[in-house]
């Protein structure tokens, strides 16, 4: 298992630290990883996190390029991830496992600020099934059985992103609806 961080200082290109999270997992693969964590945890006022739904496509489709895919599960630990349709892209995009510690943190401060009557455990434990529920939901109206199935299997229509982002991170997705670019998911972070 090897951690590879997917926060850039914010004075460098995106392109460039998502080359940097390619080298990092390259390193982790050769020095026997066959788990990936991508984590954005230690994002602060000089750092930035590339977007995470971005960092697991580009990972996944470089990882297909490189025909190391099969070696190695992606899991993403990230404070983005909140609703189920997060949690359906990116596995769709290819993470294998998803810790949305974020959620999990602003449950434990409902419980202590009294906004929610439960126990923690309980209370992430029903998170979790409806995130569940719902990406079985999405997968079964789709005619997916299976999460393997649905791991990677980009069955998304993407809308208002540029060819090249598309064509560079997120190979053979459908895209007919030009928008965003790199340089401007850069400047949203």
Same mark, same amino acid.
């Given at each position: ?14 392109? %460039? ?21 991508? +984590?954005?945890? *230690? ?11 971005? =960092? ?8 297909? &390029?490189?025909? &190391?895919?099969? @070696? $190695? +599960?992606?899991?993403?630990? /990230? ?9 359906? @892209?990116?596995? *769709? #995009? *290819?993470?294998?496992? !998803?810790?949305?510690?974020? =959620?999990?943190?602003?449950? &434990?401060? $409902? !419980? ?14 029903? #998170? ?8 079985? %939901?999405? =997968? ?9 199935? #649905?791991?990677? +299997?980009?069955?998304?229509? =993407?809308?208002?992103? /540029? &060819? %090249? ?19 401007? !998911?850069?400047?949203?972070?």
């Amino acid at each position: 298992t090897a951690v590879v961080p997917i926060v850039y200082y914010k004075g460098i290109k995106l392109e %460039k630290a998502i080359e940097q999270v390619f080298v990092e997992v390259d390193k982790a693969h050769k020095d026997g990883a066959n788990i990936i964590i991508l +984590s954005d945890r *230690g994002v602060d006022e000089y750092h930035v996190q590339i977007p995470s739904l971005l =960092a697991v496509s580009a990972v996944h489709q470089y990882l297909v &390029k490189t025909k &190391k895919r099969t @070696t $190695l +599960s992606l899991v993403l630990e /990230s404070g983005e991830p909140r609703s189920v349709h997060h949690f359906a @892209t990116l596995l *769709g #995009y *290819g993470a294998c496992a !998803i810790n949305p510690y974020l =959620a999990q943190f602003s449950i &434990k401060k $409902l !419980i202590q600020d009294g906004l929610l009557k439960k126990d923690y455990y309980a209370a992430v434990n029903d #998170y979790n099934n409806a995130v569940l529920h719902g990406i079985v %939901k999405i =997968a079964s109206k789709m005619g997916i059985s299976t999460l393997q199935s #649905y791991q990677g +299997s980009q069955i998304f229509e =993407a809308v208002g992103i /540029s &060819k %090249k982002v598309i064509d560079e991170y997120f190979t053979n997705t459908v895209s007919r609806v030009e928008g965003i670019t790199i340089e401007d !998911i850069a400047e949203d972070v």
